[in-house]
Nanobody, 119 residues
């Protein structure tokens, strides 16, 4: 199994930056894709960015050019660098990992970290 722990959330003014971290433990060599998602109050959870084990990245249109997803394989950690933050970026941010399991492809989620952007 894969366990994920997020950190780095907080309160920031509009235009500011934050870096979120997602530390993985367990069967990290089986991870296929890592992703960051977010959920604002009253809204559905939405994709923010993904990065494959090979390093390919994908971003939601709303964050392209402002957010960057990256990974440090030596530390088993995935990052989300968030620049030029807007109030509409306020949400709980979750990291996830799709990984190979003997039962098939499985997804693990972290507990989430709050990001609040003030205007």
């Amino acid at each position: 199994q894969v366990q994920l722990v997020e950190s780095g959330g907080g309160l920031v003014q509009a235009g500011g930056s934050l870096r979120l971290s997602c530390a993985a433990s367990g069967s990290t060599s089986s991870i296929l894709v890592n992703g960051w998602y977010r959920q604002a109050p009253g809204k559905q959870r939405e994709l923010v960015a993904t990065i494959s084990s090979g390093g390919s990245t994908n971003y939601a249109d709303s964050v392209k050019g402002r957010f960057t997803i990256s990974r440090d394989n030596a530390k088993n950690t995935v990052y989300l660098q968030m620049n030029s933050l807007k109030p509409e970026d306020t949400a709980v941010y979750y990291c996830n990992a799709d990984y190979r399991h003997w039962t098939g492809r499985v997804t693990s989620w972290g507990q989430g970290t709050q990001v609040t952007v003030s205007s």
